[in-house]
Nanobody, 118 residues
Framework: VQLQASGGGWVQSGGSLRLSCVASGSIRIILGMGWYRQVPGKQRELVAIIYNINTTHYQDSVKGRFTISGDNAKNTVYLQMDSLKPEDTAVYYC?????????????WGRGTLVTVSS
């Protein structure tokens, strides 16, 4: 199983970006999907997760600005980011909890850089 993230880039403060992450390979079922982010010198932190089709949780700092959604038929998770702030600048990683022929594992995408200028 491989995860490929896309959609990062540069945006001015207050702008929007939409991240996508698609999983490929021998997938039986996706049990949960999420987005994390990391800045140099800091630990990777949870941004948002979605599971049980539409149960979501967000980091407090992104509530009301970011929206996570998933399309299990397309093995894809999205992160709509609105009202972006400079402190949202980070490398964003997608994460999926997947049941495959190997069993149940957690997979990570390579990361996509989001830069928000003030």
């Amino acid at each position: 199983v491989q995860l490929q993230a896309s959609g990062g880039g540069w945006v001015q403060s207050g702008g929007s970006l939409r991240l996508s992450c698609v999983a490929s390979g021998s997938i039986r079922i996706i049990l949960g999907m999420g987005w994390y982010r990391q800045v140099p010198g800091k630990q990777r932190e949870l941004v948002a997760i979605i599971y049980n089709i539409n149960t979501t949780h967000y980091q407090d700092s992104v509530k009301g600005r970011f929206t996570i959604s998933g399309d299990n038929a397309k093995n894809t998770v999205y992160l709509q980011m609105d009202s972006l702030k400079p402190e949202d600048t980070a490398v964003y990683y997608c994460n999926m909890d997947i049941a495959s022929r190997r069993g149940r594992d957690t997979y990570w995408g390579r990361g996509t850089l989001v830069t928000v200028s003030s």
